[in-house]
C-alpha cells in the first residue's frame, strides 16, 4: 500500500525564510515584538559559519566554549582574548547575514570597565564582530553599561554561568529555590536597565525563563531554559553530536557526525593497509 501523503511542512516565519537582509539588534526586538522565535548556534570557525549561514541562523555566537569544544582544555576559564579573536576572525569571513556575537573570555572584563570596552572593542574593530556577551549579574552592570556607552552592543548571560563553575560547584540547574529565582530575575532586569540587548538564560527551570521573558523588553535566549524564551541557542558540536559522551539532558542531537568520522577514518585506514585506496579512478596516468 502507498504511503500517505504527509502533512505539508508549516511555512517558515518571515525572518527565518528573509536570507537577504541582515541580522541587526533591531531585528532581535522587532523579532520578540512578533513573536518570531530566534534561532542562535556557535560557531568557532569559517566552515561551520558557511554552513550556518547557509541554513539561515539568525545568530552566531563565538562562545568560550570553544575552549572545551576546539582547543581541549577542561573548562572555559583558560580561552584568552587573543585566542577568542582568531576564532571571531575566522568566523566572520564565513557570515553575511547572521549577527555575529563574541564571548567575553574570563577575566577579560569583570576587573576593570575601561579594560572591558578596550577588550569589547577589539572584538568589533579587529574581529568584525556585531555584539559581545558577557556571564554575571548585578556586579556586570557597571561594566555593560561602560561598554554601550562606546556603542558595543552586549548581551548578558545569567543562570547557569560556566565562567563560575568553581564558585557554583558544577555545572548544575540554577533557580530552583525561590530566592535564587528571584535572584537571577532581578539580574536580568537590572542587565536591561544597563542597556543589554538581549540576555542568554543558561539552566534555569523553565516556569522562570517564562516569567523573565515576560518581564523583559529584550529577547530571551534560552540553553536548557525551556520553551518560553525568545530564541534559543545551542553549541553546535553537542547538536552535531561532535562531542564525546552522552549529551546532557538539554541538547536534542540533531546528527552524529562524530560516529560518521570515526566510521570515515577507521574505513580509510583499513582500505590504506589493505591496499584498496587509492584505487585506479584516484590515480593519475602517464599520457601514453
Ligand atoms: O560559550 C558558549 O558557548 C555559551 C553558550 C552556552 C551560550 O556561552
Redesign the pocket.
Known sequence: MADKPKAAAKPAPAYAADRAKPVTVATLLDMKRKGLKIA?L?AYDFPTARIAEEAGVDVI?V?????M?KLGYES?LPVTMDEMLHHVKAVKRGLSRALLVA?MPYLSYELDAKEAARHAGRFLKEGGAHAV?L?GGLDVAPIVKELVKVNVPVFG?VGLT?QAVHRLGGYRVQGRRPEDAERIATEARVLEGAGCCAI?L?CVPAELAREITRRVQIPT?G?GAGPHCDGQ???SDDMLGLTEGGPTKFVKRYADLRGQAVKAFSDYCREVRDGQFPGPEHSFTSPA
Open positions: 542562535m556557535t555566537l562562545g568560550d566554549s570553544v575552549a569544544t572555559t564571548d556577551k556571564e548571560h560556566p542568554v543558561e535566549i540553553i541557542v545551542l553549541v
